[in-house]
């Protein structure tokens, strides 16, 4: 997955599946990427704190305009729960 932090968020989040960039108007880091004209923060309606979390297929998994990291972890740990249980369901439909 990916993680689009917006202006002035400054969160990290260390996974291995968990990709980060920062988008900026100027570039600073490694991880920038410039939007000096406002079209990636204006297609996912971006403040400064935002974060977009973009799944692997290229749908959002999650957009949080408070640029907290506890919400994106939270998706995390709902999708693994999920997937827990649809493995569970389909262990016991092969044993049905």
């Known amino acids: ?29 490694l991880d920038d990427i410039v939007d000096s004209e406002g079209h990636l923060a204006n297609a996912y309606g971006a403040g400064d704190h935002t974060l977009v979390l973009v799944r692997p297929d290229g ?21 693994e729960l999920m997937n827990r249980s649809i493995n569970e369901s389909a262990v016991d439909l092969q044993h049905s």
């Open 1 to 29: 997955m990916t993680l689009a932090r917006f202006q002035l968020s400054s969160v990290k989040a260390s996974r291995k599946d968990l990709r980060t960039f920062h988008i900026v108007g100027e570039a600073i880091g």
């Open 59 to 79: 749908y959002i998994g999650l957009i949080s305009d408070k640029g907290d990291i506890s919400e994106v972890l939270s998706y995390f740990a709902a999708m």
